[in-house]
């Protein structure tokens, strides 16, 4: 079975770098790094009386790992007003929390080497459980300050509308 039916000769897997992060209908400037699509499924053990002496397994409740966003810190406030939506230190009582917006859905795409589309992922009701501002700042350091977020999720799923791209040939 060919791993890509529209570009039948191509043999590699799709590469880690090359993809974009978009929420509130736009593109997200400057992210470098996202953390993995991650699903667990508990295991419920369970048997009868009068069952052989080893237990039956069935699937349980599942669970989607947060998300990890990070990013150079710039002048760009996206990752900060979505985390100040979830706790706004001095809102004053009724404005700590945006209970209407804190929650949004992302989508994850990957590209080719080329640039077009191959995959994308749509990611539900995420909201930020931590924001990191700033780095730790070390003067004999060699290295872009990071800012991140961790998105918590209620689950994700790839958007088949989203299909392999005809490879260019030079």
């Known amino acids: 079975m060919a791993q890509f039916s529209v570009n039948s000769t191509r043999f590699d897997p799709y590469k880690n770098f090359k993809f974009r992060v978009k929420w509130d209908g736009k593109y997200v400037a400057g992210i470098s790094k996202v953390g993995g699509l991650k699903r667990t499924t508990e295991v419920v053990t369970h048997r009868e009386g009068g069952d052989p002496s080893s237990p039956r397994h069935s699937p349980g409740q599942s669970k989607f790992e947060a998300i990890t966003l990070e990013r150079g810190v710039t002048h760009d406030t996206e990752f900060e007003a979505w985390a ?52 730790e700042l070390d003067a004999n350091a060699n290295a872009v300050a990071i800012q991140s977020i961790q998105l918590q999720n209620e689950g994700w799923k790839r958007d088949t509308a989203v299909t392999e791209p005809t490879e260019p040939t030079l």
């Open 84 to 135: 100040t939506k979830v706790w706004n230190f001095g809102g004053g009582l009724g404005a700590e929390v945006s209970l209407k917006d804190f929650r949004k859905d992302i989508i994850i795409e990957v590209y080719n080497e080329a640039g077009q589309l191959a995959i994308a992922y749509n990611v539900y009701r995420c909201w930020v459980s931590e924001f990191q501002a700033m780095p």
